[in-house]
């Protein structure tokens, strides 16, 4: 990358932001111009060359694109918004951002300093409202303090646990000058985002494992933000410890492998669920206890003890008391304790998940990837694409049942080749959170698979897709209603469909406005030839497949209930 | 079992940290029954004193999640009997009081009050205390008729000795974990 060379130079506050960027080595940004942030924009003009800047639709849907760059490249995403209705665009993926751990940096643009508070035009307190979902924000009013709010604002999204920050500057600011120097920030006095090791808590944590009978391994995001794949693999591989994952950790630990007993969660894999009230040793790695995972927590994994390697000490005891917590980096804690792990065996206790492993095939995954029904399930439509892929493709997806049964049945053999909106279930997060990874990883293929409700909430990122050639997959599984809602309705509310039924666009033709191809399958027969059609093209593809209106996602576990209690039908 | 806890936080000089500080009360849907902030004996490092009826689960994590807060330094919490605190309140009350002198002036010496100003109208009274005892001033005043009364929040210095600049330089050297009681 070329280096500017305007240290020590006067520029404007607006020109700051830019270099600034630079000194960072930022590539990329999504983002929409507006009055406020126009002297970025007009800077920006000057470094077109050096940074790339995606045009997106809507700032909701920048956000969302950062958040999917990150999720694949592993850096900081970065968004830039104008004040006022830019800026609270933005809410709802810095909110999805701050409960997946992803970390970006949000620039927004805000009125004249002389202005704050006085209601003017598009000035709103983005600094209050993202307050409660962001790790860190930061209101800037004058140029010379632009350049080391944006080092601190990388710093704190960066490290730790990382998270979304947001740094909201004055038109003045921008137009301000000041002498550029650039320190990259690598402390905060108040700030220690990660707690080193205690030699200690990996002697006890090691105790626990060594002297368990029925250990159980379960892997969440966290290895994956620490890159501890490979010290995960050779932990649980020397002591014969059985993996699952959950939705944020899946691709962290390899599907084929003997020891990867399946998906976590609500809608995940029936032994996984129902063996964590069996095991004798949870040993929670980089994961936090949600809700979809522990189901009812009062009859959650009672008769097991507890480790917990951990890097945000607020997660430690939050939902699940550890008998043993480990505090800090995954990969540093599990490289410590992997000399203190004994060699074992757990012949028959990985047994146990096998046997679960047949029944759920042959209650459900065996009807759901070859059914006899007319239409098609989306669950074939997955199986079948993943086969096509070999799990070599980067999969985003949705939220709702076609984001559960893509996690079910796509199994990603690469680390951060599976991209989804976990915590805040942020339905439009599909589509844009596929361009940021495609624009991450150009020479990686990227399907994003949505279902019919939240395309329609973003689909206008099409346009973005258009104008910047990116070559996005979109697989449309199409069942006209919003289906994890209605699938609640049937099984909670004595199938009283209340406003779930969508009547639904001609997808294909909305494609085609954006000079984006497309195709739609209704047959099981075309499926195969259609699904390679959209893999194998070189640019954007749309692919809607129809499938039957009133699918369930099971197994279950109904909420309330324990996770011993998932129901397979 | 719910039990009142002072919290004392050590901040940086920010300028809505208070802000990112009680968001994470209201969260939670507790409710902060008193709040001071002042800068402490450090220059540039402020303190906040919050006082919540809370389990101690609960006022664990809540400490948790404030050290969270980027520029939070330390946040402590103690129960009622780990640390020394005083309120201070003001109290008008009608100058009818002085119709009344011999009997005003044994409450407010016998209260440990003073008078701070006397004005045709009305007669500013302060005192320094606990909230039991502040109580009972107004109780003992409320007679002359109270015109406006005011109470600040509670400021609280722990007992056991360790003073913030001796917890810095820990922090500097160690990770920030929640400590309850910190000389123990």
């Known amino acids: 990358m070329k280096k500017h060379t305007k240290y020590n130079t006067e520029v404007t506050g607006a020109e700051a932001v830019i270099l600034a960027l630079l000194d960072e080595q930022v590539t990329d940004i999504f983002g929409y111009p507006g009055g406020a942030i126009m002297p970025v924009y007009d800077a920006l003009y000057d470094y077109m060359d050096q940074l790339n800047h995606y045009l997106v639709r809507h700032e909701q849907g920048a956000t969302h694109a950062a958040q999917g760059y990150s999720r694949v490249s592993r850096k900081t995403g970065v968004v830039l918004a104008t004040s006022g209705p830019g800026a609270t665009n933005l809410i709802t993926g810095i909110a999805d951002a701050q409960i997946d751990s992803t970390p970006m940096v949000c620039i927004t643009g805000q009125v004249h300093s002389h202005l704050l508070g006085t209601d003017a035009f598009q000035e709103t307190d983005v600094v209050g409202i993202s307050m409660p979902v962001t790790k860190w924000n930061i209101q800037v009013t004058k140029a010379e303090d632009i350049a080391p709010a944006i080092a601190k604002a990388f710093y704190i999204a960066s490290s730790g646990r990382p998270g979304p920050v947001l740094v909201d500057i004055t038109k003045d600011a921008q137009f301000g000058k000041t002498t550029y120097k650039y320190e990259k920030c690598e402390s905060i006095r108040s700030y220690f985002p990660c707690p080193k090791v205690k030699d200690e808590d990996v002697l006890k944590a090691a105790e626990l494992i060594n002297n368990a009978q029925r250990p159980y391994i379960l892997c969440g995001h966290g290895v994956l933000l620490s890159g501890a794949e490979k010290q995960l693999l050779a932990f649980a591989e020397k002591a014969n410890i059985p993996v699952a994952s959950t939705l944020l950790g899946l691709g962290a630990f390899p599907p084929k492998h003997p020891l990867y007993v399946g998906y976590l969660g609500m809608h995940g894999n029936y032994g996984p669920n129902l063996l964590t009230n069996e095991c004798d040793l949870l040993i929670a790695i980089g994961m936090r206890f949600d809700d979809r995972v522990t189901g009812n927590v009062s009859k959650y994994a009672k008769q097991a003890k507890v480790v917990h390697f951990e890097i945000d000490p607020s997660e430690v005891n939050k939902i699940i008391p550890a008998d043993a917590a480990v505090l800090g980096d995954a990969k540093e804690a599990l490289e410590l304790i992997l000399p203190k792990i004994k060699v074992t065996k757990h012949t028959d206790w990985l047994k146990r998940f096998e046997d679960c492993n047949t029944i759920e095939f042959e209650k459900v995954i065996k009807h759901a990837v070859n059914p006899t029904s007319d239409k098609l399930l989306m669950a074939e439509v997955i199986d079948k694409f993943h086969k096509l892929s070999e799990g070599n493709a980067i999969v985003v997806t949705d939220v709702g049942q076609h984001q559960m049964i893509t996690s079910r049945y796509y199994k990603p053999n690469i680390p951060n080749y599976f991209v989804t909106s976990g915590g805040l279930g942020t339905m439009g997060f599909g589509l844009p959170a596929a361009i940021g990874a495609k624009v991450a990883l150009p020479n990686t293929e990227v399907v994003t698979v949505l279902g019919d409700g939240g395309f329609q909430m973003t689909i206008q990122e099409l346009g973005t897709i258009m104008q910047s050639n990116i070559a996005v997959k979109i697989l449309v599984l199409n069942n006209n209603f919003l289906g994890m809602v209605r699938q609640w309705q049937q099984l909670f509310f004595d199938r009283r469909y209340s406003f779930t039924e969508m009547k639904n666009p001609n997808f294909v033709a909305i494609a085609n406005g954006y000079n984006i191809k497309g195709k739609k399958v209704t047959e099981r027969k075309d499926l195969s030839e259609a699904l390679q059609e959209m893999y194998e093209s070189k640019e954007a593809y749309l692919l809607e497949v129809v499938v039957e209106n009133e699918e369930n996602v099971f197994p279950m576990v109904a909420t309330g209930a324990s996770v011993a209690e998932i129901r397979l039908e | ?184």
């Open chain 2, 1 to 184: 079992m719910n039990t009142t806890y002072t919290i004392s936080i050590f901040t940086e000089d920010i300028i809505g940290l208070l802000s990112r500080v009680t968001i994470i009360f209201t969260r939670r849907h507790i409710n902060i029954e008193s709040i001071t902030a002042s800068e402490s004996e450090m220059k540039g490092i402020y303190r906040y004193t919050i006082v919540v009826t809370v389990s101690e689960e609960q006022v664990n994590k809540l400490v948790k999640q404030i050290e969270k807060q980027v520029e939070v330094l330390k946040a402590f919490y103690h129960i009622s009997s780990e640390i020394i605190s005083r309120e201070i309140a003001l109290y008008k009350v009608s100058s009818e009081a002085l119709k009344e002198n011999e009997l005003f002036t044994r409450i407010v010496n016998e209260n440990h009050a003073k008078i701070l100003s006397i004005a045709p109208e009305y007669i500013v009274i302060e005192k320094t205390g606990d909230e039991r005892e502040i109580k009972h001033l107004f109780n003992d005043l409320e007679k002359f008729g109270m015109l406006e009364f005011v109470r600040s929040g509670k400021v609280a210095i722990t007992k056991p000795m360790k003073t913030l600049n001796t917890f810095l330089k820990e922090v500097e050297n160690n990770s920030k974990t929640v400590i309850k009681h910190f000389n123990k």
